[in-house]
């Protein structure tokens, strides 16, 4: 990455909006300044610009101008500051779960990296962020009875169903044979929490191949149930998988987390809350974005066209996901271990090529360092694992953190219910007489 005056600046980037770029006129309306300004804005290097291939003009990320918009909004006043807060701004809810900084992420005092590196396992970092403690001896999880046959539930399932939409219909039907849901004291609520997470990574097969779940179910550890239920040849795929598990085991307030915990606050069980999240980190620009980087490679399909479809979609001002993170200037710091796992089992991988050369691209373009999205994909392609499998792996990961949020929110015991700034609609028929007669939310 260039160290260049204004290089940090040139690296922070919306991870939900990757290379969204806007002509000066349209930079310049968003922020309601004047061309001028907004250059400088450039040269103060607090926003990114692109130079437009064939032309002499810039275009300027939105991530960018979107958080300095919110900066200056902020000092506006408290309905500005809570109105931008939800927008990669100011911090919301109190927690002890996890912290992010510029260069590395901490689950509760213990750096995440090293957490994985080291070879910790999931089961151990899933108690951490449950109760505050690493485990002095590894955690071992019993593994739970199935709850019902796996081919009642493939029979329902159409062809072709991508693992986080079959977990996402298997974890109500957990829920409504589970008749004691509703009663979570602490402990009993996490060793529910422990085997619904047995469960997730067992079934991820469910859809393809509905026998191999009972024998998933009886491996010892998590990342070992995913590598049987997959089939994967690899032996070193549990080691590998479990890294990545720990790295994607909490990010703070992210989308599903968020959803997670104002679920939560209202008194819902945790199948409900794991649901809840499961639906949100569906969405593309979230767990989805795993999807998205998968329908790239393919795109992309031998390394030699990397540089031809990449910059074929930025001139046309398309995004290149798998790229860049807002809240990690300087790079993901999750994305090297997940990419020095891939290179050290299987480098020559198809996959694994064309996004060696997509990210040579990118470095070379001047665009920030690769983010987690990549590293899964890369990763599940080194491992043999089916598609969608990046996006599995980030949800069964991140299952740990949804119920570390849902203890602590429960503790804080607060319905998360915020307000909204009206605003008069101009669209014919809408107006302030729209809502009269409705009964409060």
Request: with cysteine.
């Amino acid at each position: 990455m260039s160290r260049r005056k204004g290089g940090r600046s040139q690296s922070r980037f919306d991870h939900q909006r990757e290379e969204e770029l806007l002509p000066a006129a349209e930079a310049a309306a968003l922020l309601g300044v004047k061309r001028a300004t907004l250059y400088t804005y450039v040269s103060r290097g607090l926003v990114r610009c692109v130079p437009e291939r064939g032309t002499k003009e810039n275009r300027y990320v939105r991530a960018d101008l979107e958080r300095l918009k919110a900066r200056h909004d902020a000092r506006a006043g408290h309905a500005a500051v809570a109105s931008g807060a939800l927008r990669w701004g100011e911090p919301v809810i109190d927690s002890s779960v996890s912290q992010i900084g510029g260069e590395d992420l901490v689950y509760r005092g213990h750096s995440a990296v090293a957490l994985a590196v080291e070879g910790r396992g999931f089961e151990d970092v899933a108690e951490l962020l449950w109760s505050g403690t690493l485990p002095a001896q590894a955690a071992r999880w019993s593994a739970p009875e199935l709850a019902f046959p796996p081919s009642e539930l493939t029979r329902l399932l159409p062809k072709g169903t991508p693992p986080v939409a079959a977990l996402a219909a298997l974890v109500p039907l957990l829920g409504a044979r589970d008749p004691v849901r509703f009663a979570a004291p602490p402990e009993g609520e996490k060793a529910r929490a422990r085997r619904l997470l047995r469960q997730l990574a067992a079934w991820v097969c469910v859809a393809s191949a509905p026998g191999r779940v009972a024998r998933a179910l009886k491996e010892e550890t998590v990342a070992a149930s995913l590598a049987t239920a997959w089939n994967t040849g690899v032996k070193r795929a549990p080691e590998l998988i479990n890294r990545a598990l720990v790295l994607l085991a909490d990010h703070e307030l992210n989308a599903s987390t968020f959803t997670a915990r104002v679920t939560a606050s209202s008194g819902a069980d945790l199948y409900a809350c794991v649901s809840a999240a499961l639906a949100t980190l569906s969405g593309p620009k979230h767990g989805g974005a795993c999807d998205r980087v998968e329908a790239l490679l393919a795109e992309v399909g031998r390394p030699e066209r990397a540089a031809e479809v990449v910059y074929e979609r930025l001139r046309r001002g398309e995004s290149v996901p798998g790229f860049g993170h807002t809240l990690y200037p300087d790079g993901d710091p999750r994305t090297p271990p997940i990419l020095e796992a891939t290179l050290s089992v299987r480098p020559e991988a198809p996959r694994v090529r064309v996004a060696s050369a997509v990210k040579e691209v990118m470095r070379e373009a001047g665009h920030p360092p690769p983010s987690v999205d990549l590293g899964l994909v890369m990763l599940a392609d080194a491992l043999g694992l089916p598609p969608g499998s990046a996006a599995t792996l980030f949800a069964v990961g991140r299952a740990a953190g949804w119920v570390a949020h849902v203890l602590e929110q429960r503790e804080q015991g607060h319905l998360l219910r915020p307000r909204a700034r009206y605003v008069a609609s101009n669209r014919p028929g809408m107006g302030a007489h729209s809502e009269a007669g409705a009964k409060p939310g």
